[in-house]
């Protein structure tokens, strides 16, 4: 029997069709829903979807029916599926509460992976776009993420170092012995003493603190 439930929100209908039968034939997946532009999020939220994939390119405000839905309370993991290739509709739709933003040219095994890594409770970027969209959120206008000045506890720096080299909360949790639910309190620590609002934030901070310790160190 499939292990994960997903649903499509699309307005084209080929595609989506295309997109159903693809993983419907894996037998890895259960179709909870498909819906097009006039679908209401909520509608297939209801059906409670391990994952809720929704393309971007639609009329109305798309990104704003995600942070209406989004929040600590959304089981259903929101993973954005588009052609746009758009710097600030990806960090857009990431602070709005989408898990991940895969373009349509990634190979359908990049968008298992994506599935894969949100429901893991991380985000996922097509890699080829990750550089830029992590660079522009890190120059955004608003309070700077990251300050020299914090200090990690021994667990919460271990966190970070498995972070930096790309780990995912499962892998984090096998490595320190830990529980995943554990990993997910630290990261939510983490977020709130860097200032960051998703775990991309955190690492852009990490990157920061980590550089501004090596500055500091070659300055004595």
């Known amino acids: 029997m499939p292990n994960k439930t997903i649903a499509f929100i699309d307005d084209h209908p080929i595609l989506l069709s295309g997109l159903v039968k693809s993983f419907q034939e894996t037998n890895e997946y259960q179709i909870a829903g498909t819906g097009s532009a006039t679908t209401d999020f909520a509608v297939l939220l209801d059906r409670d979807p391990d994952v809720l994939i929704v393309d971007l390119s639609m009329p109305g405000d798309v990104i704003a029916q995600i942070a209406s839905v989004a929040g600590p ?82 667990r919460e720096d271990q966190i970070v170092q498995l972070l930096l080299i ?36 955190v690492v852009i901070a990490a990157k920061e603190i980590e550089a501004g310790h090596h500055r500091s160190a070659a300055a004595e």
């Open 166 to 201: 790309g780990r995912t909360n499962r892998e984090i949790a096998t490595r320190l012995s830990i529980s995943e639910k554990t990993v997910k309190h630290y990261m939510t620590l983490l977020m709130q003493k860097l200032n960051a609002r998703n775990r991309v934030e």
């Open 73 to 154: 309370n959304l089981r259903t993991k929101i993973l954005v599926f588009t052609a746009s290739a758009s710097i600030d509709l990806a960090v857009r739709a990431l602070n709005a509460g989408a898990d991940g933003f895969v373009l349509k040219g990634s190979t359908e095994a990049e968008l298992h992976q994506a599935i894969n890594t949100v429901l893991a409770g991380d985000t996922f970027i097509t890699p080829s776009f990750a550089g830029r969209v992590i660079a522009s959120l890190n120059k955004r206008d608003s309070k700077p993420i990251g300050d020299s000045t914090v200090k990690f506890s021994v």
